[in-house]
């Protein structure tokens, strides 16, 4: 069997991977505190359920339009009005089987062959491959904590070139959970706009901050920069709908139209009953939300707290999404017995295996200083599993 030089270019989501494999050992009976989660440990609200199950019931099971049917695209438009001082029509929206798709349909209709896209790391991991499947080169510029993770324009500016298609922007990211401001936003439309290249603005994360930090979306800069960005959202994150695959893009018209061309070729529409749920979930109650949020603000907080006061860790307050993303450098070199740890590849297995702690290894998000930790499951898990971090980092000499 030989296969396609596309197929060989690619490897699976590590994030993914480190879940299965917390999965498969708490499958076999061993205690393992999973930090490795990327998704809200919180169940779908009822009302949402309800609609999906009256679309059951009122046969609502065939095809639907490809980019989505119009009482959702409304909905969607409805809530780039409220939320981000946005507005499109229904040719400027697509629905699409999970936001991660819809990034996919935009790398598709964007790049090809030389194409350079410019990702600040540490990055989703999903985004260089994305590009390298569709043979464009991912440019990645590494920012610092001491910007807080954020590209900074003088960076930005480095990593220009005639070739750049696009910016692949992430707040609030993940994995740091830090997020742009209005004038860190500012600086980079201009310099979009100058350059002209697109910016692709996932804002999956938009619902989940703390400390009253205000979400800002790039798009609402000006009609200037609006031209040139792609912003994408969905409902995984804010509406615990993870497994119903609703996400949704907006953007410059022929873009979504060749989006919608390339999804009419390889999905069809997301399915039917999934998007009767989502239409729920943008226009029903929202006071979901604030309450899962204050649940993952008190956790976040604890595990800050807890994470600096280990000898050797460091985590800079997150601002959104649901992850801790401690500096950990300061331990490799150390010892277990025999076994030296230079990477957060080492630290993370030798956290599951002694600590029975799974967590993602910076490495999967292009910087090998940090590692990642979901604080998207119980307070008690989360201090059970932290007791334990604690106690096999101690051990390293
Ligand atoms: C979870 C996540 C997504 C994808 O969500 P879908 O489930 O595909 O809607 C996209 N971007 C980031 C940064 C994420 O963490």
Not at 350 to 379: C, H, N, W
Request: net charge neutral; glycine share 6%; aromatic share 8%.
């Amino acid at each position: 069997m030989k296969l396609s030089e596309r197929a060989l270019s690619i490897k699976p989501s590590p994030t993914l991977a480190m879940d299965a494999k917390a999965k498969a050992l708490k499958a076999a009976g061993e205690d393992i505190v999973n930090f490795g989660v990327g998704e809200p440990d919180f169940d779908t609200p009822d009302n949402i359920k309800e609609a999906a199950i009256k679309a059951i019931r009122d046969g609502f099971t065939k095809y639907t339009p490809v980019g989505g049917i119009d009482e959702l695209k409304t909905a969607i438009i409805e809530k780039f009005r409220a939320d981000n001082n946005l507005t499109y029509e229904k040719d400027e929206v697509i629905v699409s089987c999970g936001a991660k798709h819809s990034l996919y349909n935009i790398a598709e209709a964007l790049f090809g062959p030389g194409d350079e896209v410019i990702i600040p790391s540490p990055y989703w991991v999903t985004y260089p491959d994305q590009v390298i499947l569709n043979d464009a080169v991912p440019v990645v510029a590494s920012t610092d904590e001491k910007n807080s993770f954020k590209i900074t324009p003088d960076l930005l500016r480095e990593k220009l070139s005639a070739r750049t298609k696009a910016l692949i922007l992430n707040t609030p990211s993940n994995p740091t959970g830090l997020a742009y401001d209005r004038k860190n936003l500012e600086a980079i439309a201009e310099l979009a706009v100058k350059h002209d290249f697109y910016i692709i603005s996932d804002e999956i994360y938009e619902k989940l901050t703390y400390d009253g930090f205000s979400h800002a979306s790039i798009a609402a800069l000006g009609d200037d920069i609006k031209k040139r960005t792609i912003v994408v959202n969905g409902l995984s994150k804010s509406h615990a709908m993870t497994g119903w695959r609703i996400g949704f893009a907006a953007g410059p018209r022929e873009i979504i139209q060749a989006m919608t061309n390339i999804q009419s070729q390889s999905t069809s529409n997301p399915a039917s009953i999934s998007q009767k749920a989502a239409v729920e979930a943008l226009k029903g109650p929202q006071d979901f939300i604030p309450k899962m949020v204050a649940e993952f603000d008190s956790r976040r907080k604890y595990m800050v707290e807890r994470l600096n006061k280990i000898k050797g860790v460091s985590c800079i307050t997150p601002v959104g999404a649901f992850y801790a993303f401690p500096n950990v450098s300061s331990c490799y070199g150390k010892k277990f017995q025999d076994r030296t740890i230079n990477s957060s590849l080492d630290l993370s297995a030798y956290l599951l295996e002694q600590a029975k702690a799974a967590l993602v290894p910076g490495m999967a998000f292009g910087d090998d200083r940090f590692i990642r930790l979901s604080y998207a499951t119980s307070t008690e898990n989360i201090k059970k599993g932290l007791d334990r971090i604690e106690e096999a980092l101690t051990q390293l000499i």
